[in-house]
């Protein structure tokens, strides 16, 4: 396969800012600092440079965001590590305020406000001089972020195979805490299934067979979660829950809970990050429904069994350790 012609360096820092962002050019464009029409012409002029002679480009429209092709997904790697390596050394060169050691680092959008947040004011606080930058990919772009350098450390609730298989390379992977799956709920008054939700029990953890006469807030079905709690009901009930409402993305899901319609399935870690306001909670029975393994992920240095983190990469990760033992054992009843 012939090599694209020469990219300049900011066309590859777009590419990897749109693989970044889900797409969104808009956002890109922002974050660049440029116009709309100039992203246009950097996309137009990456999509023609970055081109074999088969006609596959890095980039696909779809809609109006912008799809990584399986080209894309293969050199996306290559090209965030060499960015992010480019900026290293431009901090370096310039020297001063410029060059203040910077970690980017990449989680949830919850655990991002939650527990990573905590970690980051305590970095800025002890170390005012680092910088930092938080991404909120989805699971699979922040794997392959790590392995491709686009970022020092990731936190993901991903397998260790799984991981291993979507970076393909040696990775550290290490857990953090298990993070155990709550219900949440703010019944309207004289709601039929209010009286359900406050009649569950306070004294033990919740099981599936408590939960036939409520309506449910779930993710969407190809979700592993979503799969993973019905599978739980049906096995220990051989009925399936009602599922009132179908939606995407933890925030939402609390969001609409808290709005009184239904009761929506979360981790502890996304309650953590949450402001409850109304919102009550019940912890389902860890030994039926399995809490998700959180794992910090990054390089593996070579030749060790430790990650390859050096400065506030390594301080901001080892904050993340202490913060996340909260999240294993605080009370959200």
């Known amino acids: 396969m012939p090599r694209p012609e020469h990219l300049p360096l900011d066309l590859l820092q777009t590419f990897a800012l749109i693989a970044e962002l889900d797409g969104d050019a808009s956002l890109v464009a922002e974050k660049l600092g440029i116009t709309q029409p100039s992203i246009s012409k950097r996309l137009t002029a990456l999509r023609r440079l970055a081109t074999d002679s088969d006609g596959q480009p890095w980039l696909l429209l779809r809609g109006k965001r912008w799809q990584l092709t399986a080209e894309g997904r293969r050199v996306l790697g290559v090209v965030a590590d060499l960015v992010h390596?480019?900026?290293?050394?431009?901090?370096?060169?310039?020297?001063?305020?410029?060059?203040?050691?910077?970690?980017?680092?990449?989680?949830?959008?919850?655990?991002?406000?939650?527990?990573?947040?905590?970690?980051?004011?305590?970095?800025?606080?002890?170390?005012?001089?680092?910088?930092?930058?938080?991404?909120?990919?989805?699971?699979?772009?922040?794997?392959?972020?790590?392995?491709?350098g686009q970022f020092e450390f990731a936190v993901v609730t991903d397998s260790p195979a799984t991981i291993h298989g979507i970076a393909k390379r040696e990775m550290f992977v290490e857990e953090l805490f298990h993070d155990h799956f709550?219900?949440?709920?703010?019944?309207?008054?004289k709601s039929v299934w209010g009286a359900a939700w406050n009649g569950l029990p306070k004294d033990r953890p919740v099981k599936a067979t408590d939960l036939l006469d409520l309506p449910f807030i779930l993710p969407e079905p190809d979700s592993g979660r979503r799969q993973q709690f019905e599978e739980w009901c049906i096995r220990s009930t051989t009925?399936?829950?009602?599922?009132?409402?179908?939606?995407?993305?933890?925030?939402?899901?609390?969001?609409?809970?808290?709005?009184?319609?239904?009761?929506?399935?979360?981790?502890?870690?996304?309650?953590?990050?949450?402001?409850?306001?109304?919102?009550?909670?019940?912890?389902?029975?860890?030994?039926?429904?399995?809490?998700?393994?959180?794992?910090?992920?990054?390089?593996?240095?070579?030749?060790?069994?430790?990650?390859?983190l050096t400065g506030p990469g390594d301080k901001l990760r080892r904050l993340i350790q202490l913060q996340s033992k909260q999240c294993s054992g605080a009370d959200f009843n």
Not at 108 to 130: C, I, M, N, T, Y
Not at 182 to 188: I, K, M, T, Y
Request: net charge positive.
């Open 85 to 148: 390596r480019y900026e290293q050394m431009e901090r370096f060169v310039a020297g001063g305020k410029e060059g203040r050691p910077a970690v980017a680092i990449a989680c949830g959008q919850l655990a991002a406000s939650g527990f990573v947040r905590r970690a980051v004011e305590q970095l800025l606080k002890d170390h005012p001089e680092s910088r930092v930058r938080v991404s909120t990919p989805r699971g699979k772009a922040r794997i392959e972020g790590v392995a491709g």
């Open 182 to 189: 709550v219900l949440v709920a703010n019944p309207p008054r």
């Open 239 to 308: 009925k399936t829950v009602d599922v009132a409402i179908e939606v995407g993305g933890w925030q939402t899901i609390l969001d609409y809970a808290e709005s009184g319609l239904g009761v929506g399935l979360a981790t502890r870690s996304v309650v953590d990050g949450y402001r409850l306001g109304k919102l009550t909670t019940r912890p389902l029975d860890e030994f039926e429904f399995s809490p998700d393994a959180v794992r910090l992920i990054a390089r593996k240095a070579h030749g060790k069994q430790e990650p390859e």
